[in-house]
Nanobody
């Protein structure tokens, strides 16, 4: 099983920046796609960004040009650099990963617990 732990959330003023991190731990796995979702109070969870094992990236229209997703394959860690934050970005941000059990050759999916991002003056 792969565990994901996020960090880096907090309170920031509009126009500010934050960098989220998500580290995967476990044994005998290979991470394929890693990504971020977010859920604001009273709203559905929505896709934010994802990155493949070879570095291809995809973004939601609402964050493209402001957010950047990167990953360090050696550390099994994905990052989300968030710039020019807006109040509408306030949400719990959750990391997810599609991974393969190397021994069994089976695919699986894991979610982190989430980290709160609040954009407010």
């Amino acid at each position: 099983q792969v565990q994901l732990v996020e960090s880096g959330g907090g309170l920031v003023q509009p126009g500010g920046s934050l960098r989220l991190s998500c580290a995967a731990s476990g044994s005998g796995f290979r991470i394929n796609v890693m990504g971020w979702f977010r859920q604001a109070p009273g709203k559905e969870r929505e896709f934010v960004a994802r990155i493949t094992s070879v570095g291809s990236t995809y973004y939601a229209d609402s964050v493209r040009g402001r957010f950047t997703i990167t990953r360090d394959n050696a550390k099994n860690t994905v990052y989300l650099q968030m710039n020019t934050l807006e109040s509408e970005d306030t949400a719990v941000y959750c990391c997810n990963a599609d991974w393969t059990n190397i021994l069994l050759g089976t695919a699986a999916h894991s979610w982190g617990q989430g980290t709160q991002v609040t954009v407010s003056s």
